[in-house]
């Protein structure tokens, strides 16, 4: 059974941080661009960031772009979210997405292209 699962998430204030991470699990990483989503409260949900197999390539959401950065770790099967300078606006439930099959390069456009998802973790963002 191919699964995604994600953690890391939890409660932080204003301006801090945390490293969400996606760990895999049924199938290899190696050729599978990976893809963040998340899904704030009575908002749809939303392309975050991902990074293509290699790692070599990536892709940020305008609104997060210089705060969030995407990595991998293909030996592990892992994939992270360092989120910094976190607002109250990024509060959600974080998911990480993977194609139905190989695919090198990444797109957070469409939420149709992932076929996987993990059940989630929450960021939230509060003083």
């Known amino acids: 059974q191919l699964q995604l699962v994600e953690s890391g998430g939890g409660l932080v204030q204003p301006g801090g941080s945390l490293r969400l991470s996606c760990a895999a699990s049924?199938?290899?990483?190696?050729?599978?661009?990976i893809g963040w989503f998340r899904q704030a409260p009575g908002k749809e949900r939303e392309g975050v960031s991902c990074i293509s197999s290699s790692g070599g390539h990536t892709n940020y959401a305008d609104s997060v772009k210089g705060r969030f950065t995407i990595s991998r770790d293909n030996a592990n099967n892992m994939v992270y979210l360092q989120m910094n300078s976190l607002q109250p606006e990024d509060t959600a439930i974080y998911y990480c997405a993977a194609p139905p099959g190989p695919r090198a390069y990444c797109s957070i456009v469409s939420m149709g292209s992932y076929d996987y998802w993990g059940q989630g973790t929450q960021g939230t963002v509060s003083s």
């Open positions: 049924g199938f290899t990483l190696d050729y599978y661009a």
